[in-house]
């Protein structure tokens, strides 16, 4: 793309484009392409944020889900009766916004998050047997928790839209 191409006495010419000109190099991890001698350079986007979760009990994260410019993420703890289902909210910088247990679950850990258009985030849990369905509002208050009783399997997948939610087992 850093060529001006033309036809001149039936040869094909690749003219070098001036070095600075706006390119396209095709990878989206780029930015800022550029054409460079004839050929399209981009730099590597800069990362936006990293972060390292060190939170008391946490003992895995198992799902995550983009909350706009913040990412959920959902998981398990690890308490005295086994584990809870862990769930947690970032800001647009990475900084934990709020995150809690999701207690009265004992045994289970979180498995899939998504966050429904309206901005409710809906976890997955499963244990002891049973596969629980719990929605909160964006800012992780608790609005229901139902729990489906003799569900040996995982849950597979979940989604959410405005008119419902949809998980799967196996």
Not at 52 to 66: H, K, Q, R
Request: some cysteine.
């Amino acid at each position: 793309p850093c060529t001006a191409d033309a036809c001149c006495a039936g040869h094909c010419v690749h003219s070098p484009l001036p070095d600075a000109t706006a390119c396209n190099d095709g990878d989206a991890c780029t930015a800022g392409d550029s054409c460079v001698a004839g050929a399209c350079i981009g730099a590597w986007k800069p990362k936006a944020w990293a972060r390292s979760l060190d939170e008391d009990g946490v003992v895995a994260i198992t799902s995550m889900s983009a909350a706009g410019d913040a990412v959920v993420l959902a998981g398990a703890t690890s308490t005295t009766e086994g584990g809870e289902p862990w769930v947690a909210r970032t800001d647009a910088f990475g900084n934990l916004a709020w995150h809690h247990a999701l207690g009265g679950l004992p045994g289970k850990q979180a498995t899939h998050v998504v966050v429904a258009p309206a901005g409710d985030i809906v976890v997955s849990a499963r244990g002891s047997g049973a596969v629980s369905l719990v929605r909160l509002d964006p800012s992780g208050a608790p609005m229901w928790t139902q729990t489906y009783q003799d569900i040996a399997g995982n849950v597979t997948g979940l989604a959410a839209d405005a008119t419902g939610i949809v998980a799967g087992t196996d």
